[in-house]
């Protein structure tokens, strides 16, 4: 087993990418602790994993972050993997009245061949509350248990953080510029601590995945759906599982001379 014996925490691993990660994790011999701000769903997480620890709390507040560290120091004294995989999506098309029927009218308009005619004005619609939330989960929330980590996994002279960022981190997503930009922050964010902690034996990477079936892409209207397939060259959403035995590559010594990348399982969407 690739991880046997070893403490992993992985944040938002009540559903989705994080569940798959959970569960893989577990039946690779790691200790899974389970967050998520959402406790019944961390707690399916650890029923469905056969045990382990649910630590509900949201990372973007860094007292719950510092309180949830500091009992798996105190329950397994100290942390070998860290997922940073917690996200959310509000502000997109469900919470902004008018941008799905925006959206899909210029994808009609650039499929007849006569122009793009409708804006999207995704950037303006965008206010603090929706911005300021959506760089607060992901991004304040990897740094706040990237912190918290780091203070751990010293002391033992190794471990593996593993971020989930995003294909919007390469491409740009022009409905959603806040959850681009976070995403593209957690990539720099990757890059420079991955720097700054290779010599005390700790790896730092990211994983930027494409459109994946879960419950955060599951709003997207069927003519999306249909335009984000027929632009992939694999011609399908990917699996959470996917993603999940990408995170085991990076988390296990099977990446051991990884530190500071990313790796983009989305099906050829992007080629980078």
């Known amino acids: 087993m690739k991880l046997a014996d070893r403490v992993a925490l992985v944040t938002g691993g009540g559903s989705g990418i994080g569940r798959a990660i959970c569960l893989l994790f577990a039946a690779e011999g790691a200790r ?12 399916a997480t650890v029923k469905a994993m056969g045990g382990g620890r649910a630590l509900p709390a949201d990372v973007a507040d860094s007292a719950q972050v510092r309180a949830m560290f500091a009992a798996v120091e105190q329950e397994h004294g100290g942390l070998d993997v ?3 995989n917690a996200g959310i999506a509000s502000g997109g098309f469900q919470d902004r009245p008018g941008l799905r029927e925006r959206a899909e009218a210029r994808i009609k308009e650039a499929s007849s061949g006569h122009g793009v005619q409708t804006h999207l004005d995704a950037t303006e619609g965008i206010d603090d509350a929706s911005w300021r939330r959506m760089l607060a989960v992901h991004l304040d929330g990897t740094f706040y248990c990237t912190r918290e980590a780091l203070r751990l996994m010293k002391v033992r002279g190794r471990g593996a953080i593993v971020n989930l960022s995003s294909v919007a981190a390469l491409t740009g997503l022009a409905t959603v510029p806040h959850y681009s930009a976070a995403k593209g922050g957690i990539l720099a964010f990757t890059r420079a601590v991955a720097q700054d902690v290779a010599s005390r034996g700790i790896r730092v990477n990211a994983i930027c995945p494409g459109y994946i079936d879960t419950p955060m892409t599951a709003p ?3 003519l999306v759906k249909a335009l984000t397939v027929a632009r992939t060259p694999l011609g399908r959403f990917g699996e959470a599982d996917e993603i999940a035995r990408t995170a085991l590559f990076l988390a296990s010594d099977d990446s051991s ?5 990313w790796l983009s399982p989305n099906g050829g969407l992007f080629i980078g």
């Open 32 to 43: 899974v602790v389970v967050n998520d701000i959402d406790s019944a769903a961390a707690e």
């Open 82 to 84: 860290l997922v940073n």
């Open 220 to 222: 997207a209207s069927p």
């Open 257 to 261: 001379f990884f530190t500071g990348q």
